[in-house]
Every structure is written in structure tokens, then in C-alpha cells.
């Protein structure tokens, strides 16, 4: 930084010359060719951090001016803009440091030939020293996307998978993490917790911005946030995916016409209209839209809830009630066979929704795990997923695993793993149907 304290590492290459209190985040590989073959003395960098993905609401009104409710527009955005300059010349770093040279646009103050440079503009990710919500974003970021820091950091240890601690620290008592996550010497306040990743929790008294505590789980409005989607809809496996996707739901739902209509003529006939059950869902961004599934519970389901709320076995904001009263009989028969289904296939097939993906979710749902939501969201709902194949209705770990597998699948995304999740599925339903039939 410019006017820092400058002492070079042994074996550096390259310096980054950014202004003071300042912070990027850039991909090093569409400028190194730039670097290596480039005449002069250093290159200058325009990043630019940008974001589909951020949304506006507005409040919706009738023709009398009563309002109707809350309307949510994505808009692409421009978060920040910043000059700076890459250079392996170790003269020039001390220079910058210590306030002697500052590269503008035409020449370097007192650098004999070197010619006029048009910045290299790219994108990537900005912070601010001093901000804490920078600098947690930026540490959240590192712990996302950093696989192996012991390869540089000295001094810390892979405790379990995506788990890093220092040396000493100890152990942490009845504490739950779900990876990736650094957590320091600091261990107040964390018993009896969760800590969903990506998180840091440094050697402060400072509390980690992304626990949840089991006992005291309640629901807490996010605001707009900036999210960085995981998978890119240009990247191969993104755009392969949806052809995919497409062509699997269009022959789904050919072959499967007869035993849509066959369904849909025994709801009618035992349990009366509709036949389709229609619920909101959060889909990629945040995006809401309807979720079809074949009806399986009565027509009072909604009222009946309420008065449900001893039954539900679960520890997160789903529910969960063994033998649910409310649902019918050809519903148990339906949901055992996973046939009520079937109807996503036509969310997949207009977008909504991916073959292999995170459990679509409400957004009462989503509001439980700031980190497990912005994880979600960054990737199109599925029809099955991680967690739908290796949840263990354990009591008292079923939202954790739901946490868990999510984060892991939209780490881990690739067509090996979802072909995977794919023939689990198939494997999970035929021993489900063996055991129940």
C-alpha cells in the first residue's frame, strides 16, 4: 500500500501497488501474458467490480393508490472502480511505498523510458481497509475460495475437512462447523452453536457474524446483499448443465404424459380439486416463482397447521411431522414414490428450477443461515439433491446436514457429482419403496 511500511518477501516476483486502504480481488491469469511480454516497467489495472445479481424493491399500487403489495427488480450494477498497477521491478514498489512515484496517465514522475500505458480494465472484487463489513466480506471470501492456507500460513491445522485452526487452541467445546471455516484462539460464546461457512472467527473477543445458535434459531430479515454467484452462467458446466437439463425435462415429461394424466385423474376422483399444488420458492438470485407439485395434502392443510406445531420434528425452519395427519391417502402413496414430483419437471424445463440442485426453498426458509442462503441462491433449485440423498433425519442434525450438504454441493458442482447424486437418488427411492412395500 502507498505509504506502508514496505519489506518485500523473499522471493517475490510481482507487486500489486494499490492506494492506501485499499483491498482487491482480481484473477492474476488474463494479465500475466500482459506482464511478461510487456516492454515497460509496470501495468496498469482498472478492476471493476460489478453485480447482476443486487435487486431493488419497490412498493406496488393499485389505481386508487393502495398499495398491493411489494415488487423486486434486478438490476445489473456497478459497485466500484479502481486504478492500480502490477510491476516486477522491486525499485519502482519501494518508490510507490514510500510516496516517490505515482504512475498517471501519461508518464511516471522521474522513470526514464517508459511510454504512455491505456489501463487494463478486468473484473474482480473491492474492499476498504477500516470497513468491518469489508474487511468481514473479504475474509469470507478468502475462506471460500482459499482450499489449503496451512500451504502458506504457518502455524494452523486442517482439524477436519475445510476446518482451520492455529496450533494450541484447543479444543472447542459441543460446537458444530460447517465448512469452510477459520476459526482462531477466541472460543467464547461458541458453545452450543453452529458455525456455517464460509466463515472466519479470529483471536478477537469480536463475535463471528455467521453463527447460529441451536437453542435460539429465529428468523431475521437480510437485506440486499452482494452476492458473487459460485457458478458463472457462461462457465461450460453452467451452460451444459441447462442443455442438459432441458433436454432431460423435455423427454421426462414426453414419456411420463400417460402417468401425468393417470395421477392427476386419481386426485380428481378421490380428493377433489386442484390437482396441482402451487407454492413461492427462491430460485437462482433470489428469483421467486411457483413450485408444482401433485397435491398430497387436504384442501385445509394451511389452516391446519397451526394447531401442528407439537408434532413437527424438526430443528430448522422446515417442518418435518412423521405420519402427517393432513396428508391423504393416495398422497402417502404419492410422496413415498416421490411421483408428486414429477410436476417439476416443467419448472426445470422453463428455468426455474435444475435436474441436480439445493432443495427449492421459501423465503421464510432462507432468511434462517445468512451464509447458507447467499450459498443457495447462487445456484438454480433442484429436483434432487446432496442432502435429499445423505440426510439422516437424525434428531437435532437435520438442518445442519441441510446446511452442510448444500454448501458442499455448491462447492464441490461438477457433471461427475451430479450424474452421481442422480443414481443415488434412483438407488435411495427403490430402497425406500422395497422397505415400505
Known sequence: ??????????????????????????????????????????????????????????????????????????????????????????????????????????????????????????????????????????????????????????????????????????EMENVTVVPPAWIGFQREGLRDSVIAGPEFVGDTASSPSRIVALRTIREVPIPGRRRRSNLPRGTFYGVGKRSLDLVASFFAMSLLAPVYLLIAILIHHFDGNPILFRHVRQGRGGREFKCLKFRTMRNDAEELAGNLGALDQSDGPQVFIRDDPRVTQLGRFLRMTSLDELPQFWNVFRGHMSIVGPRPSPERENQFCPAWREARLSVRPGITGLWQVRRTRAPGRDFQEWIRYDLEYVRRASFLLDMQIVLKTFITLALRLRKDG
Not at 502507498?2 to 484473477?27: K, M, N, W, Y
Not at 488474463?30 to 516492454?39: A, E, F, K, T
Not at 516497467?41 to 453485480?51: K, M, S
Not at 406496488?60 to 434486478?74: C, K, L, P
Open 1 to 170: 500500500m502507498r505509504g506502508s511500511d514496505f519489506t518485500p518477501d523473499p522471493g517475490a516476483e510481482t507487486f500489486l501497488l494499490v492506494p492506501q486502504a485499499l483491498l482487491v480481488v482480481f484473477d492474476l491469469k488474463p494479465v500475466v501474458s500482459n506482464l511478461v511480454w510487456n516492454i515497460e516497467a509496470f501495468l496498469r489495472l482498472t478492476v471493476v467490480e460489478r453485480n447482476a445479481d443486487r435487486y431493488r424493491e419497490e412498493i406496488r399500487r393499485d389505481e386508487t393508490g393502495a398499495i398491493t403489495g411489494v415488487e423486486r427488480h434486478y438490476d445489473y450494477e456497478e459497485l466500484s472502480r479502481v486504478n492500480v498497477t502490477l510491476t516486477p521491478d522491486l525499485g519502482l514498489a519501494r518508490s510507490w511505498a514510500s510516496g516517490l512515484w505515482t504512475p498517471d496517465e501519461r508518464s511516471p514522475l522521474g522513470i526514464a523510458g517508459i511510454t504512455k500505458q491505456e489501463p487494463f480494465e478486468l473484473a474482480g472484487q473491492v474492499y476498504f481497509a477500516g470497513r468491518v463489513d469489508d474487511e468481514n466480506a473479504l475474509l469470507n471470501w478468502l475462506v471460500a475460495t482459499w482450499d489449503d492456507p496451512s500451504s502458506v500460513i504457518v502455524g494452523i491445522d486442517e482439524v477436519s475437512e475445510g476446518v482451520f485452526v492455529p496450533h494450541g487452541a484447543g
